[in-house]
């Protein structure tokens, strides 16, 4: 029969153990993401894949390429039109309303599965995960601190090099207007040289000329006005501050030309870039949406989010050797020999912080030592017939040069074990 494949760009992902495995980089990726959210108090907010295909029309807007060409959207068998939500931001936001808690603060994290029917290539999937946050509720200023410090810690928790974040201010809604209006004024003698798709952008919005591909339109743009003569001093200082305050942690450049990719955005955006990462270089994105809650129908809720891209964040990684030690229990018994099963079990309940791999199929020591070193083991415990017999085992040292192996009794497995 034939073979059913996955979805192109739709990636399976399995930890066989292997840490130079993309897959096993994403899991860890995603326990230590989380560790950074919990460890500034955020809370999970967990939001159905499926939304009202409204709901990313409303909130991402029609202008932009999400909604227009990548949004997965079909009819139900009610005829309702649904969609794989392609971003979080809408969710959240919208479950907050839901929920009548759009009149407090709250400082939310998520993480999961987003669709966009993307072309695929290194980098860029149908479907890909984000680890997000949004701050809900509060005005410019400290929350455009904490996040930016959130990005700079995540950034320390995995040692990236090669990075840095990008920064700019899209203005309040009056410095944005004054600026589009000129930004259009210096394109309209252009116009003949502009593809289609920056056209369209030209008369939907504006701003997103900016983040044209095209080269020729970024030649055009190298001497148009700049958002830096639009926005307000606190605006402009809101940026020198964040760059000076975080300068000795992380790599921050201001950018007078970022722009993001959803028309919510209003006042501090800002992306991570990374120099290893080829074409999709972003691997983060976030901003302030002031705006959002009351185009979905809720109160006045200033808000500042951002998501980190899981598979482009993961790629970047080098060193995920956990803090926990590894240990590979091995048995050379007979498969149906229970005792070794309750010793291991009675390892694990003396000391949880250890990971203890108990290696289930047949075969030679020599294949499971190799399994061993394969997941990083320092340790190997050894249980075969004789060990069995003597109520021993053996202890064998895998990272330890000087030391080979030691035959103990179970009691000073015990100790051992509880000892790490
Ligand atoms: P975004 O910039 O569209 O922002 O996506 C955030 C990150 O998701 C990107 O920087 C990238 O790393 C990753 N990403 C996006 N598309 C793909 C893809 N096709 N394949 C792999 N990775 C991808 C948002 O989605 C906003 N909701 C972020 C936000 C939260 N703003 C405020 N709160």
């Given at each position: 029969m034939d073979k059913i494949h996955s979805l192109t760009g739709m990636l399976d992902h399995y930890d066989d153990g292997d840490i130079e495995n993309i897959s096993v980089k994403i899991f860890e990726t995603e326990k230590r993401i989380k560790k950074v959210f919990t460890n500034y108090k955020y809370s999970e907010i967990r939001t159905p894949a499926?939304?009202?295909?409204n709901l990313f029309v409303r909130s991402a807007g029609d202008a932009s390429d999400i909604v227009n060409k990548e949004i997965y959207s079909f009819n139900d068998r009610n005829e309702k039109n649904i969609a794989l939500r392609p971003e979080g931001t809408a969710s959240a936001i919208r479950a907050i309303i839901e929920k009548k808690l759009d009149q407090t603060n709250h400082k939310l994290w998520y993480l999961g599965p987003m669709w966009r029917y993307e072309r695929p290539q290194k980098g860029r999937y149908r479907q890909f995960y984000q680890a997000g946050v949004e701050i809900l509720g509060y005005e410019e200023g400290a929350p455009e601190y904490e996040i930016i410090s959130m990005v700079c810690s995540i950034i320390e928790e995995f040692k990236l090099k090669n990075c840095s974040i990008k920064i700019n201010h899209l203005g309040d809604k009056e410095s944005k207007k004054l600026f589009c209006d000129a930004l259009v004024e210096y394109l309209e003698p252009f116009k003949d040289s502009l593809d289609e798709k920056d056209l369209t952008r030209l008369t939907k919005n504006p701003l997103r000329v900016l983040d044209s591909k095209n080269k020729e339109t970024q030649s055009i743009l190298k001497k148009a006005p700049s958002i830096r003569e639009f926005i307000k001093p606190s605006a402009l200082s809101l940026l020198e501050n964040i760059q000076n305050e975080y300068k000795d942690i992380c790599n921050i450049e201001i950018d007078y030309t970022l722009v993001r990719g959803l028309d919510y955005y209003s006042g501090f955006v800002f992306e991570a870039i990374s120099s290893e990462l080829g074409a999709q270089d972003s691997f983060l994105g976030g901003g302030r949406y002031d705006h959002l809650s009351l185009k979905l129908g809720g109160k006045n809720l200033p808000s500042i989010g951002m998501a980190i891209g899981v598979e482009r964040f993961a790629s970047l990684?080098?060193?995920?050797?956990?803090?926990n030690k590894v240990v590979s229990f091995i048995t050379l018994t007979s498969n149906l020999e229970s005792k070794p099963y309750k010793i291991a079990h009675q390892l694990r309940s003396l000391n949880s912080n250890i990971i203890l791999d108990l290696q289930l199929s047949e075969g030679s020591l020599k294949s499971k030592l190799r399994k061993a070193n394969k997941n990083n083991s320092e340790y190997a415990i050894i249980i075969g017939e004789e060990e069995l017999r003597d109520r021993t085992a053996v202890i064998k040292f895998?990272?330890?040069?000087?030391k080979d192996q030691e035959t103990v009794s179970i009691k000073e497995l015990f100790s051992f074990y509880t000892s790490l």
């Amino acid at each position: 029969m034939d073979k059913i494949h996955s979805l192109t760009g739709m990636l399976d992902h399995y930890d066989d153990g292997d840490i130079e495995n993309i897959s096993v980089k994403i899991f860890e990726t995603e326990k230590r993401i989380k560790k950074v959210f919990t460890n500034y108090k955020y809370s999970e907010i967990r939001t159905p894949a499926l939304e009202d295909t409204n709901l990313f029309v409303r909130s991402a807007g029609d202008a932009s390429d999400i909604v227009n060409k990548e949004i997965y959207s079909f009819n139900d068998r009610n005829e309702k039109n649904i969609a794989l939500r392609p971003e979080g931001t809408a969710s959240a936001i919208r479950a907050i309303i839901e929920k009548k808690l759009d009149q407090t603060n709250h400082k939310l994290w998520y993480l999961g599965p987003m669709w966009r029917y993307e072309r695929p290539q290194k980098g860029r999937y149908r479907q890909f995960y984000q680890a997000g946050v949004e701050i809900l509720g509060y005005e410019e200023g400290a929350p455009e601190y904490e996040i930016i410090s959130m990005v700079c810690s995540i950034i320390e928790e995995f040692k990236l090099k090669n990075c840095s974040i990008k920064i700019n201010h899209l203005g309040d809604k009056e410095s944005k207007k004054l600026f589009c209006d000129a930004l259009v004024e210096y394109l309209e003698p252009f116009k003949d040289s502009l593809d289609e798709k920056d056209l369209t952008r030209l008369t939907k919005n504006p701003l997103r000329v900016l983040d044209s591909k095209n080269k020729e339109t970024q030649s055009i743009l190298k001497k148009a006005p700049s958002i830096r003569e639009f926005i307000k001093p606190s605006a402009l200082s809101l940026l020198e501050n964040i760059q000076n305050e975080y300068k000795d942690i992380c790599n921050i450049e201001i950018d007078y030309t970022l722009v993001r990719g959803l028309d919510y955005y209003s006042g501090f955006v800002f992306e991570a870039i990374s120099s290893e990462l080829g074409a999709q270089d972003s691997f983060l994105g976030g901003g302030r949406y002031d705006h959002l809650s009351l185009k979905l129908g809720g109160k006045n809720l200033p808000s500042i989010g951002m998501a980190i891209g899981v598979e482009r964040f993961a790629s970047l990684i080098k060193d995920i050797a956990t803090s926990n030690k590894v240990v590979s229990f091995i048995t050379l018994t007979s498969n149906l020999e229970s005792k070794p099963y309750k010793i291991a079990h009675q390892l694990r309940s003396l000391n949880s912080n250890i990971i203890l791999d108990l290696q289930l199929s047949e075969g030679s020591l020599k294949s499971k030592l190799r399994k061993a070193n394969k997941n990083n083991s320092e340790y190997a415990i050894i249980i075969g017939e004789e060990e069995l017999r003597d109520r021993t085992a053996v202890i064998k040292f895998l990272n330890d040069e000087l030391k080979d192996q030691e035959t103990v009794s179970i009691k000073e497995l015990f100790s051992f074990y509880t000892s790490l």
